[in-house]
């Protein structure tokens, strides 16, 4: 029998974030000595990275990452399986890093991200390899916005008390107003708008409305010389839903998010919301 006691079961886990039983098969292994089975645990666990693929991924955090003069900022998502690891300092941990080397590397996507080096000659794809192996769940990359054009701020919205942001908003002004932009980006998280301007949804998104629009005043026996006025109001409706500028306020909901900014004398240059898992 290996010479091994709880307080060093309890140790190994709180050093890989292994099971219980993964831990003790490993202590057995390693006839006791820790440091040998901190080995095995992350050698079995970067072998079974392959067997988690098909794993799904709903629960995570948004991290966020803003310099000090807000003149650039960063929120990226990271998922993994379940909340009990999305809530330990670990998993928080290797989200942070992420936005940090994000914020440094500025890369172009996802894919341009995994294949840049976080550390020297470690790719963050292996970082992130590493990770799965070390909390032994499927952990993913999975999106992230990274601005650096004019003045960045992030919100980050807790849904439970015990979890880390589940929600992060990055906005971007053309000038200096934190109130605004705080504002603003609590107003997204809510509101959870697609587009920032009804210039910016595609031609054929909008014909599709009007079409759907049309066909259920048609089906709701609507006159025919009203279908215009409806189906034009029927579209403002949906760029009220989908268009952040259009949308009322969430403070005022007399004044839309344009006569905001407007009375602000900011612009709004763009946003990113992101909520795991959706």
Do not use: W
Not at 6 to 35: F, I, S
Not at 63 to 85: H, M, P, R, W, Y
Not at 237 to 251: H, N, T
């Amino acid at each position: 029998m290996a010479n091994y006691t709880a307080a060093d079961v309890k140790k190994l886990r709180e050093q890989t974030g292994a099971g219980m039983m993964d831990c003790k098969k490993a202590l057995d292994e390693a006839e006791g000595n820790l440091e040998k089975a901190v080995e095995i645990v992350r050698v079995k666990g970067l072998k079974g990275v392959a067997k988690r693929e098909s794993r799904t991924t709903e629960n995570g955090a948004v991290a966020s990452l803003i310099a000090d003069d807000n003149t650039s900022g960063v929120i990226v998502e990271l998922k993994c399986e379940t909340d009990f690891v999305a809530k330990g300092e670990k998993f928080i941990t290797v989200a942070d890093a992420l936005a940090a080397h994000i914020a440094k590397a500025a890369p172009a996507d996802v894919e341009a991200l995994m294949a840049s080096e976080i550390e020297a000659g470690k790719t963050v794809q292996a970082f992130v390899d590493e990770a799965n192996a070390t909390l032994g769940e499927k952990i993913v990359v999975d999106r992230f916005a990274h601005f650096a054009d004019g003045k960045v701020y992030a919100y980050m919205h807790r849904t439970a008390a015990d979890l880390p942001p589940q929600v992060g908003v990055l906005v971007e002004l053309d000038k200096d107003n934190a109130e605004v932009a705080k504002d603003v980006a609590q107003h997204i998280a809510a509101f959870a708008p697609k587009f920032l301007t009804r210039d910016a949804i595609p031609a054929e998104v909008v014909e599709n409305e009007r079409r759907v629009a049309e066909a259920t005043a048609r089906e709701e026996g609507k006159p025919e010389a009203a279908l215009p006025k409806i189906v034009e109001g029927r579209v403002t409706g949906f760029f009220k839903e989908q268009v952040l500028l259009d949308q009322p306020f969430a403070k005022d909901n007399k004044k839309t998010v344009q006569k905001i900014l407007d009375e602000a004398g900011v612009t709004l240059k763009r946003f990113a919301r992101i909520r795991v898992g959706a």
